[in-house]
């Protein structure tokens, strides 16, 4: 199961970055696709439902498939 999570603003991200966790391993979304965070998720992230996860990608210009294509972890 995938979950997402919103980062604080920042003066470059004035909406936060568009994070995601999946079985434990974080990524966050960047020009090209989901890249890895290496730890955990920044600690003021604050979770957001899939729907605004949307309303997120839709404001920043981001194509809403890229909510369906967080990277499997792999064994």
């Avoid at 920042?10 to 995601?20: D, E, K, N, S, Y």
């Avoid at 391993?25 to 729907?51: F, K, T």
């Amino acid at each position: 199961m995938t979950r997402f999570l919103r980062s604080e603003q920042t003066m470059a991200f004035p909406h936060g970055r568009l994070i995601a966790s999946r079985d434990g391993v974080n990524y966050v979304l960047a020009p090209d696709g989901w890249d890895h965070l290496a730890g955990p998720h920044p600690r003021r992230a604050i979770p957001v439902s899939r729907e605004d996860a949307e309303d997120w990608c839709e404001r920043e210009g981001w194509d809403l498939h890229l909510l369906d294509e967080v990277p499997a972890t792999t064994s």
